[in-house]
Every structure is written in structure tokens, then in C-alpha cells.
């Protein structure tokens, strides 16, 4: 009989944290206790860490930069990877607290200033994805919209199986470009199981966050 899908999806939160704890103790394990700046700095991976290794850290405390990218066909894929957008119809809405709401489609973010960063998507435990994600920065879309002088915080929300999933992000990490939006990987448009037409890449965070099939973003 099929597992019940609240069944499922509670059990893959519950691995997605039981991840990140063993991932966190693992990163962690190689911090000098004694030297408090150490904890704040990147360690410098070397080109031939493996992705079993590389499962095994935290994104915020290491530079994973002279890792190879691993070949789109040996991706590891997490939650929903069949979702087919009719991009006819399909807009990025950006509202919330903004004095202009914004509906672009996605020739006109592909005509936007294009961001390219070397970053590892990783599910902790589980595997590690090294790619050139290539996308387009959000602070400007924001700006262009006018955000509030008081938002502090940035929702994405995208699509996933029968309900909607969102992701929130401090506006600070969206500004500093920490977060922006990808439609393209390893030199290719980003494939449908890995959140064409656009996915969040979040570079401090764990897979869980890199938000797929976004279709809405709120300043709160």
C-alpha cells in the first residue's frame, strides 16, 4: 500500500534535520575550540575532495571553490522533480511590501545582468552537487519594484508535487548576493527535475533551502 504522502513528507523533514545535525558536528569537528576566530573563517577545500566528503560539511564554513563541477547526469535530486511549467503563461510575482508589484517573464530575467558562482548544493549525509549556478541577482528586481526601507526579509515560494513550499531568507544575505535566483547550471539551462525555469541558490545554506520551480517572491 502507498505510504500516505503528510507520512512521507514528515519523514523527509526528519531526515533533512537529522542531516544537518550530523552534517554540523562533522564540519565542525576540525574547528580549533581553543581559537574562536577559526569558527568564522572558510577552510579551503582542495580540488580533489571527494563528494562523499563533501556531503559530510556546512556550507558557511567552507570555500569549495576548486572543486571540480560534478556532471549534471550524476546529480543528486531531492523532493519534487517532475514539475512542468507552462511557460507560456508562466511570471515571476514579486509583491509584498514593495510600491510597485512586478510580473517578468523568463526572456526578461534572462536579459537581466547574469550572476555565475562555483558553489556546492549539499544534502547533508546524503550527497553534494558542485555546479556553476548562473542566474540573476534579486536586490535589483527588488530596488526596481521600490522595497520598503523597513522589509527585512525576503519569501520565495515554489512549486512542489500538490502544495506550494516556501523559503525565507534575510534580506541582508539578498543583498550581499548569498541568495539569488538560478536558470542555468554547468553551462545549460537548469533541467526540469532541478527547478527549471528558476531555483534559489542560497550559499550558506543546505539543499533544502535552494528553493525549486520558483514562481513568487514577497518582501515581508
Request: glycine share 6%.
Amino acid at each position: 500500500m502507498e505510504e500516505p504522502m503528510v507520512q512521507r513528507f514528515s519523514r523527509r523533514i526528519f531526515l533533512a534535520w537529522l542531516g544537518r545535525l550530523t552534517a554540523w558536528s562533522a564540519a565542525l569537528a576540525w574547528l580549533p575550540l581553543s581559537n574562536a576566530w577559526a569558527a568564522v573563517k572558510r577552510k579551503l577545500l582542495p580540488a580533489t575532495t571527494s563528494r562523499e566528503a563533501l556531503a559530510k560539511m556546512a556550507p558557511p564554513l567552507i570555500d569549495a571553490g576548486q572543486i571540480p563541477s560534478t556532471p549534471i547526469e550524476q546529480f543528486g535530486v531531492m523532493g519534487s522533480d517532475d514539475e512542468h511549467l507552462d511557460m507560456a503563461r508562466w511570471r515571476l510575482a514579486i509583491g509584498g511590501k514593495v510600491a510597485k508589484p512586478l510580473r517578468l517573464t523568463y526572456e526578461e530575467l534572462l536579459a537581466r545582468p547574469a550572476v555565475a558562482r562555483k558553489l556546492p548544493l549539499i544534502c547533508p549525509m546524503v550527497f553534494a552537487n558542485q555546479g556553476v549556478w548562473k542566474g540573476c541577482a534579486i536586490w535589483p528586481l527588488l530596488q526596481e519594484a521600490g522595497v520598503a526601507a523597513d522589509a527585512r526579509e525576503l519569501v520565495a515560494t515554489g512549486a512542489d508535487g500538490v502544495d506550494d513550499t516556501q523559503r525565507r531568507f534575510s534580506l541582508d544575505a539578498v543583498r550581499a548576493e548569498k541568495v539569488y535566483l538560478c536558470y542555468a547550471v554547468n553551462g545549460q539551462a537548469l533541467p526540469v527535475k532541478h527547478g527549471f525555469p528558476l531555483r534559489i541558490v542560497a550559499e550558506e545554506e543546505f539543499g533544502d533551502q535552494w528553493l525549486k520551480y520558483v514562481f513568487k517572491l514577497e518582501v515581508a
